[in-house]
């Protein structure tokens, strides 16, 4: 497993924890919302290493852009939710890498 994967766990783990209504505003703002600065930084890796693997960072992308937005409260739930299914889906995903340009080889 990549570190790229690695990361798309425990950034989609700590998403799908901050999708938790009370919960997940509980934690931004007892931290000042300094967690979303944490992520934001966690999501800007993960993209760099996934990039770097050529693996898919949709997930990543869409990280980084909940936190920016997540301090607005129901947009930041929906945003944590679809960015924690989303890094889990990717990260489940097998790598694929190009020996041919025509094929492709799991």
Known sequence: MTSSRTLKWITGA???ILAIPILGAAI???????VLGL?????????ILSSKNKEA???S???IITSLLAWIPFVGWVLHLITGILLMVTASQR???????NTYQA
Do not use: A, K, N, Q
């Open 14 to 16: 700590f998403e799908i």
């Open 28 to 34: 931004v703002m007892g931290s000042w919302y300094t």
């Open 39 to 47: 992520t934001f930084i966690l999501h800007l890796v993960t993209l």
């Open 57 to 59: 960072y949709y997930g």
């Open 61 to 63: 992308v869409l990280g």
């Open 95 to 101: 790598s694929r890498r190009v020996t041919d340009p």
